[in-house]
């Protein structure tokens, strides 16, 4: 297991900004949100200067993009159709092989959604890309079961595991230890167990750390685990603080 940071603890900034400040946190590695109106990156920019874009990324000194975060405007497969092949595209050519996106909202038919991810993960296999939904709340993948669902449903589909959603429903590490098998990315910040706590100071929360990495360790788990923080909406706390110490506990773990 290796450690990552995201860039969404840093868009306020410009992404040269964001891509320094983590470096300077000592991480190698980077996980790069790209999302509609974005500092950083959107797909539209992606689309318009893939050469740019590319030649952007690899610029970067000191950190290496490792993994994509990707929003679109809207769930609608056309406009799927139409960005996400060139963003996987540039992820190929940056040497990534992962990417996380969100499934659609809770109460969304279930076959359409099926058709569509089913549609995504080809487009993404054909680059050597791996697509992966966030066990996110209010999302068809924010249960554990739901998660493995999709997975079933869906061949390829793998499963960005974020135990903070889970925690923040009441949820212990035993109610997702089946969901694990089908995990190939991790995202990490410390939380309470009530909505209003998704995101913490570190050791002001219950995020069991340890005993998670023991878990992923038990399914052989060697992906990354990316320390996601969020500086949107405005967090009480700064986030840089944070985001180191978080680094050197998890190092100490892995």
Not at 6 to 32: K, N, P, V, Y
Not at 76 to 90: H, K, N, V, Y
Not at 209 to 231: A, C, N, S, V, W
Request: net charge negative; aromatic share 8%; hydrophobic share 40%.
């Amino acid at each position: 297991m290796e450690l990552a940071c995201s860039t969404l603890a840093f868009t306020g900034h410009s992404l040269h900004e964001a891509l320094r400040r983590i470096a300077d946190l000592g991480f190698t590695q980077a996980e790069l949100a790209i999302q509609p109106h974005s500092r950083h990156l959107t797909a539209e920019q992606v689309c318009q200067d893939l050469t740019g874009t590319l030649e952007q990324l690899r610029g970067a000194s000191g950190i290496s993009i490792a993994a994509f975060l990707v929003e679109l405007a809207d769930y609608d497969l056309e406009l799927w159709r139409w960005q996400f092949p060139e963003i996987c595209r540039l992820a190929n050519l940056l040497g990534i092989v992962t990417i996380t996106i969100s499934a659609a909202p809770r109460g969304t038919d279930w076959s359409r959604e099926v058709q569509r991810l089913r549609q995504i993960v080809t487009w993404a296999f054909s680059y050597g890309v791996v697509v992966c939904v966030e066990t996110r709340t209010g999302t068809l993948a924010e249960s554990p079961e739901s998660a493995v669902e999709l997975c079933r449903c869906v061949p390829g589909l793998r499963v960005t595991f974020d135990p903070s959603y889970f925690l923040c429903q009441g949820l212990t590490e035993k109610s997702w230890e089946s969901m694990l098998a089908h995990v190939h990315h991790v995202h990490l910040r410390d939380s309470g167990t009530s909505p209003d706590k998704l995101q913490v100071r570190v050791g002001q929360g219950q995020m069991p750390f340890g005993r998670i990495i023991q878990q992923l360790r038990r399914h052989d788990y060697r992906g990354l685990l990316t320390l996601e923080m969020f500086d949107h909406p405005r967090p009480p706390f700064p986030l840089e603080p944070e985001l180191r110490t978080l680094r050197l506990l998890l190092a100490g773990m892995i």
